[in-house]
């Protein structure tokens, strides 16, 4: 079935600390895998993504890993700052029903402290 | 901001009532999706329409339905609501239909519906 599992679902970290947040996807057809920030009252807004032809991307400090294989992929931040603090979702675009989909997880709710 | 309008922003109803949520798209977007967010849940996916045209479906309720205008706003219109209709509603638009470009959804910031 369509399903995006991810972990954890809160993370509380000091502010300068890493934060890592991990999904899995179920179905190893899926090619595109994007990662969303949602802040308080505001929309999901993209962030980074990775397709299935690379491993790993990186933006500053954010970086996204893939393996393919284990059908898991993953966010890591760096540095953390106190503005990282936001509801973070991981997605995977599956083919269903003739169409494809972006299947999201559930969201981990990172909190940064000073 | 994502160039995704979304009203109303707050809707307090009753049960059993029928509400309508709007959404315009960005500017050039053919592809609208709605997306249902409850309370310390993920984004569930209920259905995308792409220039008129319904093109992929979710768990949408049946008593829930969309429709995509000529002018590509969408509406989502739910009925016989229940309390646990309660959520916030997200639409997100993109260039492509399924996809198959960068894949970048933008979202408006939602309408939360609250069902008493």
């Known amino acids: 079935g369509e399903n995006v599992e991810q972990h954890p679902s809160t993370l509380s970290v000091q502010e300068g600390d890493s934060a890592v947040i991990k999904c899995t996807y179920s179905d190893s057809a899926s090619n595109y895998f994007p990662w969303y920030k949602q802040e308080l009252g505001k929309g999901p807004q993209l962030i980074i993504d990775i397709r299935s032809n690379v491993g790993e991307k990186k933006d500053q400090r954010i970086a996204v890993t893939l393996n393919k294989t284990a059908k898991h992929f993953s966010l890591h931040i760096t540095e953390t700052q106190p503005e990282d603090s936001a509801v973070y979702f991981c997605a995977a675009l599956m083919f269903s029903g003739g169409y494809n989909k972006l299947i999201f997880g559930a969201g981990t709710r990172l909190a940064v402290h000073p | 901001d994502s160039g995704v309008t979304q009203t109303p922003k707050h809707l307090i109803t009753a049960t059993g009532q029928r509400v309508t949520l709007r959404c315009s798209p960005r500017s050039g977007d053919l592809s609208v999706y709605w997306y249902q967010q409850s309370l310390d849940q993920g984004l569930q996916f209920l259905i995308q329409y792409y220039n008129g045209e319904e093109r992929a479906k979710g768990n949408i309720l049946e008593r829930f339905s969309a429709q995509q205008f000529p002018d590509l706003h969408s509406e989502l219109n739910l009925s016989s609501l229940e309390l646990g209709d309660s959520a916030l509603y997200f639409c997100?638009?993109?260039?492509?239909?399924?996809?198959?470009?960068?894949?970048?959804?933008?979202f408006g910031e939602g309408s939360r519906l609250t069902v008493l």
């Open positions: 997100a638009s993109s260039e492509t239909p399924g996809l198959a470009g960068t894949g970048e959804l933008f």
